[in-house]
């Protein structure tokens, strides 16, 4: 069990936690997915009259990649599209066998000030993950997080850091307040501030499981773009993008992937190995960016 949660560290958490992931992550069913592939890195030529596998984009021995995504309108795009034309959502999990354990992760709004929920309980392995995305190319975010029990009454702990420009952090409310002065097991809520509008994620775990649960916006900002706090790709897990279009034309999009430190993620996603991809969303209809096997088809 501690070896699983350590698994999931690696991928949704700080970058603290990739210091195990090459132990914990790449082995859940690479053995099931190799032999199920074997034809898909160029040794399988087909049946006569068959048309060859394409090949897989899913490479579950890559080391693990931690990030997030921002969805624009490309410059071509004109007329009446707007950005608020898009509905884009994503889904990200890890495969176990013939299993993928997954979760959907909503854009979030950019915000100065924003509250979630919080409840930890080491006999019951539960923790609160906490990410932030800093989607300013100009300044750097500095957080103040200010945790309460669920009295309500006086901050119980605080934590300040800094999210660089272009950055992205996570953590467990456990990492975060380890310094002694608040209980290893508590209920109440997280009070997140900035001086720069950020997008944020919170990740519920409990024992195997995991979720994501609300974060209440109560002080939406603006910002560029549809901003995906959390991006997780290669040892054994995958992140699909969805985009629909609301809007009656057609709307180009670019959806650019950024590590942990600002830097591009190169993903393989739909057959191609990029960091910067578009999307060109038909009038009422959907565009899907993810990792196809050899059929074409994505784990989720």
């Avoid at 001086?195 to 974060?215: A, H, K």
């Amino acid at each position: 069990m501690r070896r699983f949660i350590t698994a999931i560290i690696i991928l949704l958490l700080l970058s603290n936690w990739a210091l195990a992931q090459s132990t914990s992550a790449n082995a859940p069913g690479h053995e099931n997915e190799k032999n199920e592939n074997k034809g898909d890195k160029g040794n399988n030529n087909g049946k006569a009259g068959e048309t060859p596998k394409r090949p897989d984009d899913h490479d579950d021995k890559a080391a693990i990649q931690v990030g997030w995504a921002i969805i624009t309108l490309n410059a071509t795009t004109g007329g009446s599209v707007s950005i608020n034309n898009l509905v884009a959502f994503a889904t990200f999990g890890l495969k176990r066998g013939d299993e993928t354990t997954q979760a959907g992760v909503l854009p979030s709004d950019l915000s100065v000030s924003s509250l979630m929920f919080v409840s930890t309980n080491r006999k019951l392995s539960r923790n609160i993950g906490i990410g932030i995305a800093n989607p300013s190319t100009t300044a750097d975010a500095h957080i103040l997080m200010t945790l309460r029990d669920q009295d309500g009454g006086p901050a119980i702990g605080t934590k300040q850091f800094t999210v660089g420009k272009g950055q992205q952090t996570s953590q467990f409310v456990t990492s975060l307040f380890a310094d002694g002065a608040v209980p290893k097991d508590v209920t109440g809520t997280l009070t997140v501030t900035s001086d720069v509008p950020v997008s944020m994620i919170g990740l519920r775990f409990r024992g195997d499981n995991f979720s994501t649960i609300p974060v209440t916006n109560l002080s939406p900002s603006s910002g560029r773009g549809i901003v995906i706090p959390e991006f997780a790709a290669g040892g054994g897990w995958a992140t699909e993008l969805v985009l629909v279009n609301t809007g009656s034309s057609q709307v180009n999009a670019r959806i650019d992937l950024f590590k942990q430190d600002g830097t591009p993620m190169t993903v393989r996603l739909n057959g191609e190995s990029k960091s910067s991809f578009t999307a060109l969303v038909p009038a009422g209809g959907v565009f899907e960016l993810s990792p196809k096997d050899g059929e074409g088809q994505s784990r989720f």
